[in-house]
């Protein structure tokens, strides 16, 4: 059985195809103020490259943000729910997942079957979010894509203590004016994100096994962080986490 | 004698020179890295206007970023703070004023005084973009205009577009995302003062308003805020003659020439 999933982001939207245990497919591409009517073609597109046709979908389960956006799915799905499906099935022993995304935090705590069992998330505020490393990266000149590679290069800690993003924007410049460097100053941007992941992760309950999600969890600076403050052991996702949640709602179609 | 007032702002610094309580000569400038330095460039430049010097004035208050510093280099002889010269300054050019919302670059706050002009109570929000100058500004970038404009630009929008968020960041997201679909830039532009008002409302009812009402600080420069403000909050917002950006430095100045009196 062949399912889609697509994941209408805030920021990416991502179709995935999933036939058993295998990515038949995917495609992501930025979410427009235009996508509820680009998302038949993003479809015709993903089947051609991977070699099928709409018949041979069983199911389609649209989540994220815009899951309303397309009228096609069979049904929609929390993104959460999508996600916490998305963990129990690849990583079985997991119960929390941190789902990092580009305008959202999320905390999942989910059951042995990938029930949600409880969340707790932040989609009022860009403070620790995709969008927050994006705005600060872009103050110090520094493409998401090179994040890791500069960061890396830091010497000594620069604690930036803002959390809203726009006045972490003058916090940056202002230290750079007085002549800090930029891969401290990365360095800073990736823990104070820590930071307030880690703020709403205590706040559902002590951590035992955990995985990171979302475009965020690429990371690698930023997981590392997470991992010298919390306390359980981190399974790293074994597909792109950036995909997740397309990939839950590809795995809940199944059960339709 | 004279007196001076100097304000330093998270993005603009004002200098504001009184003579018998009026207005003899002000300056403002976009702040530098240091606020002591706004602070020298932005006195020297409104002194400089009547070819004065520092020590022409009497008695010097400074007040906003760094006032202490500034006060320790020696460019004021007493610092107060952005509350209490606020309220001063427009309670001394609107007497029946209650009630002033200040929105800055980075911060807005209501402050409430007494007939004297006494402070009675005040909130800020200094924590979040929303509701402060900075929104305004991030979304003028976003829609290409200055911040000038934007105001005028919204004043002709027919259909206020709805705005999902608050946060300045998604805002802009969503900005963009309405531009794709081809709404009209006024429409945008009068969606985002209303997202603007309602957000300094939210703050003005943590406090309660009494009337008379006026708006300081950059944003009630902003006619499209200030109209929206009035209806949601269904209040006139006095106006006044003076730069709205020097109302603070001239609450400075005239606390500079209370104090004079006592500290010597």
Redesign the interface.
């Known amino acids: 059985m062949i399912t889609l999933g697509l994941d209408i982001g805030s920021i990416f939207t991502k179709g995935l195809l999933l036939e058993g245990d295998r990515i038949r497919g995917f495609l992501l591409r930025e979410t427009t103020g235009n996508i509820g009517s680009e998302l038949e073609e993003m479809i015709e597109q993903l089947l051609s490259q991977s070699g099928l046709v709409r018949e041979n979908i069983a199911a389609i389960v649209a989540t994220g943000q815009g899951e309303d956006l397309y009228k096609g799915a069979d049904y929609g799905e929390d993104d959460f729910v999508c996600v916490a499906a998305a963990t129990r099935h690849l990583l079985p022993e997991v119960g929390l997942t941190i789902d990092i995304g580009g305008q959202s935090i999320t905390t999942i705590l989910s059951g042995p079957q990938g029930e949600v069992l409880n969340y707790m998330r932040n989609d009022k505020c860009a403070s620790g979010s995709g969008r927050f490393i994006e705005v600060l990266g872009a103050a110090l000149g520094v493409p998401m894509e090179e994040i890791d590679a500069v960061a890396g290069r830091s010497q000594k800690k620069i604690a930036v203590s803002t959390q809203c993003a726009v006045f972490a924007e003058s916090e940056v410049i202002s230290y750079v004016n007085r002549g800090e460097s930029i891969p401290d100053l990365v360095a800073g941007v990736c823990d104070s994100v820590a930071r307030m992941v880690i703020s709403q992760v205590l706040r559902i309950g002590p951590v035992d096994h955990y995985t990171v999600t979302g475009g965020v969890a690429r990371f690698q600076s930023i997981v590392e962080k997470l991992e010298e403050r919390l306390n359980g052991r981190y399974h790293p996702f074994p597909i792109d986490p950036q995909l997740a949640a397309v990939y839950g709602a590809a795995l809940l179609g199944r059960e339709e | 004698m004279y007196f001076g007032g100097i304000d330093v702002g998270?993005l603009t610094a004002q200098a504001v020179i009184i003579k018998n309580g009026a207005i003899c000569s002000y300056h403002s400038i976009r702040v530098k890295?240091n606020p002591v330095d706004s602070a020298k460039t932005v006195l020297e430049a409104a002194l400089a206007q009547k070819g004065m010097q520092r020590n022409d004035l009497t008695f010097t208050v400074s007040t906003g970023y760094g006032r202490e510093q500034i006060q320790k280099e020696g460019l004021s002889q007493e610092n107060m703070s952005e509350i209490s010269c606020h309220g001063k300054g427009a309670h001394s050019i609107l007497p029946q004023v209650r009630t002033i919302i200040d929105i800055g670059g980075?911060d807005a706050k209501v402050i409430r005084v007494d007939s004297g002009g006494e402070l009675m109570n005040f909130v800020m929000n200094d924590?979040?973009?929303a509701g402060t100058g900075?929104?305004l500004e991030?979304m003028s970038k976003t829609l290409g205009v200055t911040i000038e404009e934007l105001g005028p630009l919204a004043l002709k929008g027919q259909n206020f577009i709805e705005m999902s968020?608050?946060?300045?960041?998604?805002c802009e997201?969503e900005v963009?995302?309405?531009?794709?679909?081809g709404v009209p830039r006024e429409d945008v532009a009068a969606g985002i003062c209303r997202t603007m008002a309602e957000r300094v409302h939210a703050l003005v009812r943590r406090i309660g308003v009494e009337k008379e009402v006026t708006m300081t600080g950059g944003v009630a420069k902003n006619p499209a805020v200030r109209k929206e403000l009035e209806r949601i909050m269904n209040v006139r917002l006095l106006s006044y003659t003076i730069d709205s950006q020097i109302v603070g430095a001239l609450g400075a100045a005239l606390l500079a020439q209370q104090l004079s009196g006592v500290k010597k």
């Not at chain 2, 968020?165 to 998604?170: E, L, M, T, V």
């Not at chain 2, 963009?176 to 679909?181: N, P």
């Open positions: 998270s890295p980075q924590k979040c973009a900075r929104f991030v968020n608050r946060c300045s960041i998604f997201t963009h995302h309405f531009l794709q679909r």
